[in-house]
């Protein structure tokens, strides 16, 4: 993969075929991430996921903040909504297959000031990094949104050191009934999986990697699954 950043300090990693489409949606995808932000915010995250904003960050900020002098992959990291619960010690890589959503996250992690720090648009199906790479990967609101989300489990139990952690939070039936009902218009609407707490367990558990929720707000379940555990601590 290219080992230098372009102006915007994004590291394209794309296959030809996954360059083109993202090429014709780009325009969109560009427009889209300067608003996404207050769009998750104060539309998706309350009136679709049917969750609380603010506990969700705090979810996420009590789950990512002991993680400390650690290589870090956020994948699908969107605008780059996690940065901001990462200590300053780890090495932090953030990938989406969005160039737009990354330029967002870049301007994010310039007001950090991480050991290390890169972006790289590439896809969460197939991760370019070597195996055992990685001692915390997490994935925020988005496996939901991954064609073959089985696969993107699998690729990075795969990039995971032994006893290292994957953390998760994603839209989940099953867990809040209000949710449930809004979830089954949309998902088939805009090609969303309509996953529950046992579908994802399941990845986990096929991929090599022990799962254990952590927590619930609205639809939104958030858990972590650990490498090389028989039983999560």
């Given at each position: 993969m290219p080992s230098i950043p372009d102006k915007n300090g994004i590291i394209t990693a794309l296959t030809d075929e996954e360059a083109d489409v993202t090429r014709r949606r780009r325009k969109e995808f560009g427009a889209f991430a300067i608003i996404y932000d207050f769009m998750l915010e104060r539309f998706t995250r309350p009136r679709?996921?049917?969750?609380?904003?603010?506990?969700?960050?705090?979810v996420l900020a009590n789950l990512i903040a002991p993680v400390q002098q650690a290589?870090?992959?956020d994948v699908a990291c969107g605008t780059g909504g996690a940065i901001a619960?990462?200590?300053?010690?780890?090495?932090?890589?953030?990938?989406?297959?969005?160039?737009?959503?990354l330029k967002q996250a870049v301007k994010k992690a310039q007001r950090k000031s991480f050991n290390a720090c890169r972006?790289?648009?590439?896809?969460?199906?197939?991760?370019?990094?070597?195996?055992?790479?990685f001692d915390?990967?997490?994935?925020?609101?988005?496996?939901?949104?991954?064609?073959?989300y089985q696969l993107a489990i699998t690729e990075i139990a795969r990039v995971l050191v032994n006893d290292g952690a994957f953390m998760c939070s994603t839209p989940a039936m099953g867990i809040n009934r209000e949710f449930d009902v809004?979830?089954?218009k949309m998902s088939a609407k805009y090609s969303l999986h309509s996953l529950?707490?046992?579908?994802?367990?399941?990845?986990?558990?096929?991929?090599?990697?022990c799962f254990q929720q952590c927590d619930a707000n609205g639809g939104i379940l958030y858990f972590q699954a650990y490498k090389g555990r028989q039983s999560a601590i």
């Open positions: 679709v996921h049917k969750a609380d904003p603010q506990q969700h960050r705090e290589k870090v992959l619960h990462f200590h300053e010690s780890n090495d932090y890589t953030g990938l989406d297959i969005s160039y737009g959503m972006f790289i648009q590439g896809n969460a199906e197939q991760l370019i990094f070597n195996d055992e790479s915390f990967v997490m994935m925020d609101t988005a496996l939901h949104m991954i064609p073959n809004t979830w089954e529950t707490v046992p579908d994802i367990e399941n990845a986990c558990q096929q991929a090599g990697l």
